[in-house]
């Protein structure tokens, strides 16, 4: 049995501020045409993905599942429309909501996706375009991350410490020239001490 995944997403964004079409949609019919507005969108991304069906039926079914009369859910929705929140022509001719906006957050949302199901009677966007830029963008940032990491690390040499090779071996001549200097020394010491012993009983000899 085939398994598809689900077209709708588990998330979409919202902006931080109103548009004026909000804003005029919310002076109409207050908290209730916002609450319906993002019950909408819910449904929209949550459900179909990038529109959803707004017929009679699925009006009335909408309006019970939130709570609210469906002459109400409907002047608010039809005012939607009308402000440019959602497609007049899309819900006119195919009876669904849906907008520019909405398409392009939606391909966005899912250019990851391995296939994406669509009907081309509903699009407002390029949505091949969409879905293509967002993989070129996906592969670029691929194959920067893997340049990184194949990239050979150089250190400075500067700064290194030498570690120190085997000894040499000494030469045979430095050799001979190191004890005759020993030897020299030894003999100018002996001197010297003999020289000062002598010194030192010719001293005691006067003094008795």
């Known amino acids: 049995m085939t398994r598809f995944s689900k077209a709708g997403v588990d998330y979409f964004p919202v902006d931080v501020a109103f548009d004026d079409n909000l804003e005029l949609l919310i002076a109409e019919f207050g908290a209730d045409g916002l609450y319906v507005f993002v019950r909408l969108l819910q449904r929209i991304y949550g459900l179909y993905g990038y529109y959803c069906p707004f017929g009679d039926d699925a009006r009335l079914l ?10 109400r859910v409907a002047a608010i929705a039809e005012c939607a429309v009308r402000r440019g929140l959602f497609d007049p022509g899309c819900y006119e ?9 909405i398409q392009r957050r939606y391909f ?28 070129n963008l996906e592969q670029s940032k691929a194959k920067e991350s893997n340049a990184k990491q194949s990239k050979p690390k150089y250190r400075a ?52």
């Open 62 to 71: 909408f309006a019970g599942h939130i709570g609210l009369p469906e002459k």
């Open 157 to 208: 040499a500067w700064g290194r410490r030498r570690t120190p090779g085997p000894a040499e071996p000494a030469d045979p001549k430095d050799f001979n020239k190191r004890a005759a200097m020993i030897d020299a020394i030894a003999e100018a010491d002996t001197n010297s001490l003999m020289a000062l012993a002598e010194e030192m009983e010719g001293k005691a000899a006067c003094h008795g």
């Open 108 to 135: 966005e949302i899912v250019r990851r996706r391995k296939a994406v199901e669509t009907n081309a009677d509903y699009l407002l966007v390029d949505a091949d375009k969409i879905l293509k830029n967002a993989g």
């Open 93 to 101: 001719k195919y009876h669904i909501l849906t907008s520019a906006g």
